[in-house]
């Protein structure tokens, strides 16, 4: 099993890499969620603008 890490360490650096990013752009996804800022385009010609931001 190490030795197979071993091999592929460029590959595992990566993905936990990858792993992070995505992981970091998924909780700062949920933050603006939650501070009501949705999906950054303008609410007035959204359809779903009534069920988004419930005030």
């Known amino acids: 099993m190490l030795n197979l890490i071993e091999n592929n360490i460029a590959t595992v650096i990566i993905c936990i890499v990858l792993i992070v990013v995505v992981s970091a752009v998924i909780c700062s996804m949920i933050r603006a969620r939650k501070k009501g800022k949705g999906c950054g385009c303008g609410c007035s010609g959204c ?5 988004c931001h419930k005030n």
């Open 47 to 51: 359809a779903m603008k009534d069920s």
